[in-house]
């Protein structure tokens, strides 16, 4: 073959494994906006679901459904994950979206509790229910789709985008607050235009299935065989990966869901600024945020994987109390912005690299079950939860509990990554 040819072939490779890349991580940005606008407009709809008249009662109950929309997602992880692994990872991420759909758009027409009744928080927790499934399988399917998409030198870099996505769904949630917030009145948002969003991410999960369908499989898919493909048996099989995965995760997630999906509230409720700010700044930090991911995932690729989350464990077990304490004393904008962001930089040791130091540690036969369902695990128990239990130490009056809550999780995946070998340089992936 010519050198003009193979150039060409090159060239086209390239091209394909791009709009691949490009296909399965819009359709997690979208499944994300749909999950993430549920926490961004609670402070809106809490009251029409649970009419208490105790601000902080109606969060509860808010959050403790979304907490169950957390504590759902190990079946997901769990039959999207077989799924992935028997029927394909493009029918797994295709179906993943379409569930998303259907609980947004059961979000934006369901009638609320002055019409209905406990009626009204009962198909609130079925759509959330429905969700939580759907990310559950979404993540390990996309984690898997991503890393096994990139070539292996640049692999850090590549499967970072699905943490840019899943940060970019956030965004655009943020974003969409925003917005409304400059259009509509405070009242008008509780009365009907806290529904806005979810329509909108039902249509955008339409998209988001044109996008799947026409994703490519990936070839360490297709190359995988054995009758035991996506098998529980099979997966037991990897004891030490499981245990892994879920060790490295804890501290990983709660202090992401802390800083991200929490933080709104704790600006709020804690550190007295007003709806806007908190949604201006929440908006800020995380674009930043979403930039900084193929970074750290592009040094993975030169350091290798285990010194990136050793920046996160170390810094997020010195750091995490005396930020969070600072910040709940401050009631500047710019400062509690300033914070944020640190903390968030600190954070991006972890989420830049989590999905592919994963799918690094299993053979591609159990890869999505694999990533998926012990992620899934850790994610319900400590991250969907974190909310709910920050809220609950604050209602008790103990508030700086939480903060050492936190640390704790940090610091024992610290042990974890302390101990665990790099995966750049075993990666199951290369061997398959």
Known sequence: ????????????????????????????????????????????????????ADPTVQLLNTFGIYALGFLIRPVGGWVLGVYADRAG?????TFSVTLMCAGSLLIAIAPTYGAIGVGAPILLLAARLIQGISLGGEYGTSATYLSEIAVSKHRGF???????????????????????QQVYSGAELEAYGWRIP????????????????????????????????GSMRELMKHPKAILLVFGLTMGGTTAFYTYTTYMPTFLVNTVKLSRDQATQISFITLVIYAALQPAFGALSDIIGRRPV????????????V??????????????ALGLIMAALLVVSGYTSINAVVKAELFPAGVRALGVGLPYAVAASVFGGTAPYVALWFKGAGHESWFYWYVTL????????????????????????
């Open 409 to 432: 999780l940090i610091f024992l995946s610290l042990l974890v990554y302390t101990f665990m070998g790099d995966t750049k340089h075993s990666s199951r992936i290369d061997r398959d």
């Open 158 to 180: 590549y499967s970072a985008f699905q943490y840019v996505t899943l940060i970019g769904g956030q965004v655009f949630g943020s974003l969409t607050l925003l917005v409304m």
């Open 309 to 320: 989350l050793m920046w996160f464990g170390i810094l997020g077990t010195l750091g995490t």
């Open 322 to 335: 005396p930020m969070l304490t600072t910040l709940g004393a401050t009631h500047d904008y710019l400062s």
């Open 89 to 93: 990872r493009k029918a797994a991420l």
């Open 1 to 52: 073959m010519s050198q003009t040819a193979q150039s060409h072939e090159n060239f086209a490779i390239m091209r394909h494994r791009l709009r691949s890349i490009f296909g399965g991580s819009i359709g997690n940005l979208i499944e994300w906006y749909d999950f993430y606008v549920y926490n961004f407009f609670a402070l809106y709809f809490a009251k029409s679901f649970f009419p208490n």
């Open 198 to 229: 979810f329509a909108i991410g039902a249509a955008l999960s339409l998209f988001g299935l044109y996008l799947r369908v026409n994703l490519e499989e990936t070839e360490a898919f297709q190359k995988a065989a054995g009758p035991n493909r």
